[in-house]
């Protein structure tokens, strides 16, 4: 069942989304369900749980082309509980983002290029990802907002804020 997307203004989205405990809660079964299946039905890449209105340190990162990325590497969902990282490298890169909590809008974000995720999985066991590249910066944007922070919060600049239309025109011929 496709669940309503918070917007940006939502008080949940400022907020520190609160660790997991009880890995066999019927509830969090139902949250990673309405989480997946938010996020097959829209055109993202990535989705946390406060943006489907819980304030819990859940998020997906599941990348593939669409019409918001279309040159998105395939992978498959990947379900991240109470998830943290560190940085492998001191290189960041400045590309796009959108978000599916703020329609209409990319911006140009800093975002490091090669972390290594800890997470733990559906049945609480600790697991490690090492991400690079657009994987790394889906998964980053995705844990700021379990944080209490959007993309926009890590804008350098405004003139790096342009509307989706622009943002289009400028990447169709990429």
């Known amino acids: 069942m496709k ?3 918070v917007q940006l203004g939502a008080a949940i989205l400022r ?16 949250l990673i369900d309405d989480l997946l299946s938010t996020l097959e039905n829209s055109k993202g890449v ?13 998020l997906i990162i599941a ?10 590497p395939v992978m498959k969902p990947v379900v991240m ?15 796009w983002e959108g978000c599916l ?21 559906r049945k609480g066991h600790v697991q490690q990802l090492e991400l690079n590249g657009f994987i790394a910066r889906i998964f980053q944007h995705e844990y700021d907002h379990l944080q209490g922070l959007v993309y926009l919060d890590r804008v350098e600049n405004n003139k790096d804020i342009i509307s989706e239309t622009e943002f289009f025109k400028l990447t169709k011929d990429k």
């Open 3 to 5: 669940v309503e997307i």
């Open 15 to 30: 907020k520190n989304a609160k660790k997991i405990s009880n890995f066999n809660a019927p509830k969090l079964i139902a």
């Open 46 to 58: 990535g989705i946390a749980a406060p943006q489907i209105n819980h304030s819990y340190c859940v």
């Open 63 to 72: 990348s593939k082309p669409t019409t918001r990325y279309s040159n998105a």
């Open 81 to 95: 509980i109470n998830p943290s990282f560190k940085t492998l490298s001191d290189q960041q890169q400045k590309d």
């Open 101 to 121: 909590s703020i329609p209409g809008i990319r911006a140009l974000v800093s975002r490091h290029q090669h972390i290594l995720v800890n997470y733990q999985d």
